[in-house]
């Protein structure tokens, strides 16, 4: 599944309802409706890339 379509739709309302009047299953047909608006754009977080640099901090306060 696309990265940029994580973020639940601006129609969908819960499980099995939504604005546009299709099934509503985020995880389902939600991810492939040609009419998906994200909520919202958020900037979503590397976190292997923060664990590893945190990581890398610790080891250089050491040495």
Do not use: F
């Amino acid at each position: 599944m696309a990265r940029d379509r994580e973020i639940v739709c601006s129609y969908y309302i819960a499980a099995g309802q939504c604005k546009k009047g299709r099934e509503a299953a985020h995880k389902g047909y939600c991810q492939k409706c040609d009419k998906y608006e994200p909520r919202a754009r958020v900037k979503l977080r590397n976190r292997k890339k923060e664990a590893l640099n945190q990581l890398r901090g610790r080891e250089k306060e050491w040495t």
